[in-house]
């Protein structure tokens, strides 16, 4: 079942097109990747999917609610991790108070976090608070997950330990959206991969289809991705 559509989607910022006519179709229990350089629209994709920013022109389709983990984590630093969860399921979602607590000490649990329902995110190690805000996320109950750079704020130790929460995520048929820059970790998960430059998709595919193209400007991303890790 399809969950989410884009059709056509534009969005400039004065002078500057940064989605220049974005389609996509997102089916259910499905784990897409979005790849591509620095400033080619990623982020400003997400975005609009999830109703941060609005686009100029365009359609989008969607079943249910969308979650959105931040690279930054973005957790609300006054508010304990216990309330980072609940505040909006509650008061957005108007859901029973007692319900979703006991999601949230669930989700905390599953995330390794059981000891830290009363802790402020400034007490949290970076990978802590990427696991509260995914955990936040999921407390709203989302048909899919987008992921911005979730690793891309974190040391190698910490980043492996976000990728392991979202391939079990993945192994429970959680539907999800993630940018990321972590090449092996995109070929290894996802179903597909779309590879975005200058704001469009330029190629789309299983990761074996994405990742053996021979388009001019993949090559030339995928060279310096290599380079930069022999860094
Ligand atoms: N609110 C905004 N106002 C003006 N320009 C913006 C805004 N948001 C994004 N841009 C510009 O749009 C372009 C695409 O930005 P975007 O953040 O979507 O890229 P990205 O693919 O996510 O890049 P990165 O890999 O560096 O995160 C950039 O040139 C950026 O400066
Ligand atoms: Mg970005």
Redesign the pocket.
């Given at each position: 079942m399809q969950l989410f559509e884009m059709k056509d989607i534009k969005k400039s910022?004065?002078d500057?097109d940064?989605l220049k006519g974005i389609s996509l179709t997102v089916e259910e229990g499905e784990v897409l990747s979005i790849i591509?350089?620095?400033?080619?629209?990623?982020?400003?994709?997400l975005?609009c999917a999830t109703h941060l920013?609005t686009p100029d022109s365009g359609e989008i389709k969607q079943s249910g609610e969308v979650g959105l983990v931040f690279?930054n984590f973005n957790l609300f630093p006054h508010f304990s991790v216990m309330k980072n969860l609940t505040d909006a399921p509650i008061r957005v979602q108007k859901r029973k108070k007692e319900e979703v607590f006991r999601q949230a000490r669930e989700l905390l649990k599953k995330m390794g976090l059981e000891d830290k329902e009363k802790a402020y995110p400034y007490q949290l190690s970076g990978g802590q608070q990427q696991r509260v805000s995914i955990a936040r996320a999921l407390c709203m109950n989302p048909k899919i997950l987008f992921f911005?750079?979730p690793t891309s704020a974190l040391d190698p130790e910490l980043t492996g330990e976000i990728l392991k929460v979202i391939k079990d995520l993945a192994a429970e048929h959680i539907t999800m959206v993630i940018?990321t820059?972590e090449m092996n970790f995109a070929k290894e998960i996802s179903d597909r991969v779309i590879f975005?430059d200058q704001?469009v998709i330029a190629v789309e595919g299983t990761p074996e289809v994405v990742f053996s193209s021979e388009n001019a400007r993949m090559k030339e991303f995928l060279g310096k991705f290599h380079q930069g890790m022999s860094d």
């Open positions: 910022f004065g500057l940064v591509g350089p620095s400033g080619s629209g990623k982020s400003t994709l975005r920013e690279q911005d750079e940018v820059h975005m704001g």
